[in-house]
């Protein structure tokens, strides 16, 4: 952590994996650990997967009969990092991520009183895993759709692991998290939380 800057900063990850709890997943353990990388930079929070809620599709902030996004979305408002955790199916992420990105898109809509995004100010990262290859891919898809919607993005936001084409292997059935991975995660979370806290002491201007 930044001996000089002690800021408190709080974020949320959004876990894109298709199957709802209890079900052991690769994108929760990778956000989880994501997480703790980011609690040793002062960061807290905490993992939302998203398969557990009932997010309408939609492009609106309210798509109303019990969307569950409104509270999520309250959530990420109220935090200084968005961490989206998605598998890989087909190539692509998730379609799950594809549906968070969808209601993201309504924050191209919502300004505060200078005319900014709401969603300004905020840093976002992603974190992938997969059984083939596609990670960078995956990443730039997300990188674009969330810097579309207002947040900003630190070198090195992603980490990710891949495994060997054509195999069942999954990331959360390693014995243990592969050192490249780590590593990625550590600085995934040091540029992240740097950014983040800069963002926070000197906004971005009205435009």
Known sequence: MDPNNHTPL????LVCTLCPSPTP???QLLAEQTMAA??????????IRIADHD???GVKTDMGDGDAWPEIRDTILGCDILILSTPI???HPSSIAQRVLERLNAEISETDNEGRLLTYGKAA???VVGNEDGAHKVSADLFQGLNDVGFSLAPNAVTYWVGE???GTEYQDLDKTPQ???ATTKTLAANTAHLARRLKAAPFPAS
């Open 55 to 57: 997010v309408k599709p």
């Open 25 to 27: 997943s690769g994108s």
């Open 180 to 182: 490249k991975t780590a």
């Open 89 to 91: 199916w087909l190539g």
């Open 125 to 127: 990262a992603v974190c």
């Open 10 to 13: 709080r974020a949320v990850a």
């Open 38 to 47: 980011l609690a040793e930079h002062g960061v807290t929070g905490k993992t």
């Open 165 to 167: 084409a054509m195999q």
